[in-house]
């Protein structure tokens, strides 16, 4: 009896072996083709070293930025806290039962924000020669004002920066995602494939300039926040300050006038 080879169980499963490995050959082609496409470095530092140019400067700037801005929300914060506690331990000079001329002698040498006030109105004191009226009071004030405002703005310098970089940092990672993005639609374009190999390393690379613009501007945006409150706060302490001021200057024009004296004769001792 023959047996034809065509109805063999063995020649059918070697048939069907050859016709799947001929069906999976193309795709094991582009799988090997993806994968050689495909960056070996997936890693945020790989894609910024696989990135263009341009997208590279725009993380470094994004990056420059962010140290930036710790770096002034560390010098502020160390500037607020020794302002506010030598400007309380001037006040508690003030509250004693003290006079201008001394707390001025005191401060003589201070380049605190409290000192300045305490030496500008010592010095509106002694060149006003002995007149104790309103107008004193007045040109005092108007001393103190000048000096606190000028202080306050010393204390804010810096935080400036903060704010624009809060402000412009996502632009400048969409300006990073819009290039990345804009290759990527070249690499498609060359290739005259939507392969993912072809969009993946842009589209990575977009995304990555995103992330470093909202790693940026977040930080910066709660930091500017936080020194304003820090610097409005001072700013009430320095108004306290002056009004403090002003009331050791009243209870000496009232001293004196009690005992005929003048304010100027006793601030100039």
């Known amino acids: 009896m023959t047996i034809r080879t065509t109805n063999h169980p063995l020649c059918r499963v070697l048939a069907l072996v050859t016709l799947a490995a001929a069906l999976l050959a193309p795709q094991a ?36 930025a962010s140290l930036v801005t710790w770096t002034v929300w560390l010098a502020k914060t160390i500037e607020l806290a020794r302002a506010s506690q030598v400007a309380k331990q001037r006040m508690a000079a003030l509250e004693r039962d003290t006079t201008l001329a001394e707390v001025a002698t005191a401060s003589r040498n201070g380049r605190d924000a409290v000192a300045q006030l305490v030496q500008s109105a010592a010095r509106e004191v002694s060149l006003s020669d002995g007149i104790n009226d309103e107008g004193l009071k007045e040109r ?33 990672g969409l300006f990073g995602t819009v290039w ?5 639609f070249i690499g498609i374009s060359e290739a005259h494939t939507t392969n993912l190999a072809v969009v993946a390393p842009g589209i990575a690379e977009a995304l990555l300039a995103t992330a ?52 100027v004769a006793r601030a100039a001792e």
């Open 140 to 172: 005092v004030a108007l001393r103190l004002e000048r000096v606190e405002g000028a202080m306050a703005r010393r204390v804010a310098r810096g935080t400036g920066i903060v704010a624009t970089i809060g402000a412009t940092a996502p632009f400048v």
């Open 29 to 64: 082609a582009l799988a090997a083709n993806d994968a050689a496409l495909l960056p070996r470095d997936l890693s945020p530092w790989g894609m910024f070293a696989n990135a263009d140019i341009v997208v590279k400067a725009v993380m470094v700037g994004l990056a420059f």
């Open 212 to 263: 470093m613009g909202l790693i940026a501007a977040i930080p910066a945006v709660i930091i500017y926040n936080v020194l304003v409150r820090g610097i409005t706060a001072y700013r009430a302490l320095l108004g306290d300050a002056s009004a403090q001021v002003l009331l050791v200057l009243s209870r000496q024009s009232s001293l004196a006038a009690a005992h005929g004296r003048t304010p």
């Open 180 to 184: 990345g993005i804009m290759n990527a």
